[in-house]
């Protein structure tokens, strides 16, 4: 009885199943559903999630058991599903398994991998070492999600950089390590933000949640003093406390190795890059020069520079021809462009040196013999389509890593199958559907 609690009595567990299959009856299905909180629905092996925007009482480690040894037909489709065919299959394959979480921006794909990364820990082996291993894995997300997430007008959580995680393990199953890859971070969210969305998270946990101690000691204000963090018209998230939130993320520092002195350059760091946005310019002669020292100072000060040299560095253009070398004088725009393509190269080196650091944690003299053999479950969290009013390249290739998931998802779904029937001689009414192979 326990168990017919979980198996669906909402619409059709599988959109595969439906007797006419198309747009409309997918959607009712679907519609259906969502109104009864029923979120996960198949098509074959696809798991559809629609984002309730609330947390609903499904992943409770009561719901993480029931899952855990059980087949997709024995109940209803939820995430922990997934998570376990992929585990499951895994060993009794001895294959690695790769998991795609793809979806417009908001749809969840944050929260899903969370929960993809906690069920396995749940299920698999347990040791010292091993809960070491789960420990780093979970709890890294808040530093992760500090320096690579913000506020958008549809997510108040946004992941703005692609994540690729390897869960590595032994040929039983036992958590041996991981690695984190990282990709297309969204630089210009640095320097610019659309009206009414943020930049990372981790700008206004310094700005409105570090200690006084650490604020004075860099001479931190509040975010509405900095220009890289000013001009959207939003500073504060409904529900978040900035200084709870910089706490775990110090906490998620220390658990890769972190401490002290290293987070307090990393903080100097990125109170460096607030100030260095404050640098604005005007013109002098055929150039232009700093319009204040005072700041200039202050954020070579942060950063460690001279003020005179990173002056003619954002002033002028060094060319070096055949036979001479001279400085070309910028005009005020083109040294702001300079200001902030130094801020973005400072941002995405921390980030990536970030991500560096909790994989040398996570990293195990295991994964460094080629003689052993691992196996591993692969997770890829990229995050989703959207059209700015302004589109830099970073969001063009983000839209076009999307078509191409999108791409995957019509052969597994659509074509695979359709090809599958024409090959058994099998009678069907042809699905019709716009393939987006030609835009990508």
């Not at 376990?84 to 749809?107: C, K, N, V, W």
């Not at 307090?264 to 232009?288: P, R, T, W, Y």
């Not at 253009?317 to 004088?329: A, Q």
């Not at 997770?379 to 830099?392: H, K, P």
Request: hydrophobic share 40%; net charge negative; with cysteine.
């Amino acid at each position: 009885m326990a168990e017919e609690e979980y198996v669906s009595k909402v619409g059709l567990d599988d959109l595969c199943l439906l007797k006419t299959l198309d747009n409309a009856s997918i959607m009712d299905n679907l519609r259906k559903r969502a109104q009864a909180e029923v979120i996960y629905t198949y098509i074959g092996h696809v798991l559809v999630a629609m984002n309730p925007y609330k947390r609903l009482p499904i992943y409770d480690t009561v719901t993480l058991k029931k899952y855990h040894g059980k087949y997709r037909y024995e109940l209803a489709p939820h995430v922990y599903m997934v998570a376990e065919d992929a585990f499951r299959t895994m060993l009794a394959e001895q294959e690695g398994q790769s998991i795609i979480i793809s979806g417009e921006s908001g749809a969840g794909k944050t929260e899903t991998a969370k929960f993809i990364m906690n069920y396995i820990a749940a299920v698999s082996a347990r040791a010292e070492g091993v809960e070491r291993v789960k420990r780093i894995v979970l709890g890294s997300n808040p530093l992760l999600e500090a320096f690579g997430n913000a506020k958008t007008l549809r997510n108040n959580n946004s992941s703005r950089f692609g994540k690729y995680v390897e869960m590595t393990f032994d040929l039983h199953g036992v958590p041996i390590g991981g690695h984190i890859r990282n990709y297309l971070l969204e630089k210009s969210r640095i320097v610019h933000q659309t009206k009414g969305e943020r930049n990372f998270h981790v700008f206004y946990q310094l700005t409105m949640g570090a200690s006084d101690a650490i604020r004075e000691a860099l001479g931190i204000k509040g975010p509405e003093a900095y220009h890289y963090l000013n001009t959207s018209g939003c500073t504060t998230v409904r529900g978040i406390d900035e200084a709870k939130v910089f706490a775990e993320t110090q906490a998620a520092m220390k658990m890769v190795g972190l401490k002290g002195r290293a987070q307090e350059a990393i903080f100097k760091l990125l109170s460096g890059i607030l100030v260095l946005g404050n640098v604005d310019f005007v013109e002098a002669g055929q150039g232009c020069k700093p319009k204040s020292g005072s700041v200039l100072k202050a954020a070579c000060s942060l950063l460690s520079i001279d003020p005179a040299a990173f002056a003619q560095a954002l002033c002028f253009r060094h060319m070096v021809t055949r036979d001479e070398e001279y400085d070309v004088p910028l005009n005020v725009v083109q040294a702001q462009a300079a200001r902030d393509a130094v801020a973005k190269s400072l941002y995405s080196n921390l980030f990536d040196w970030l991500v560096s650091r909790v994989n040398a944690a996570l990293a195990h003299e295991e994964e460094a013999s080629s003689d052993t053999e691992l196996l591993s479950i692969n997770v890829l969290d990229i995050y989703g389509f959207e059209i700015f009013q302004q589109n830099g390249f970073e969001q063009f290739l983000i839209n076009y890593v999307n078509e191409k998931l999108q791409q995957i998802f019509i052969d597994l779904t659509l074509r695979a199958e359709q090809d599958e029937y024409q090959h058994e001689q099998i009678a069907w009414t042809p699905i019709s559907y716009f393939n987006n192979k030609i835009v990508c």
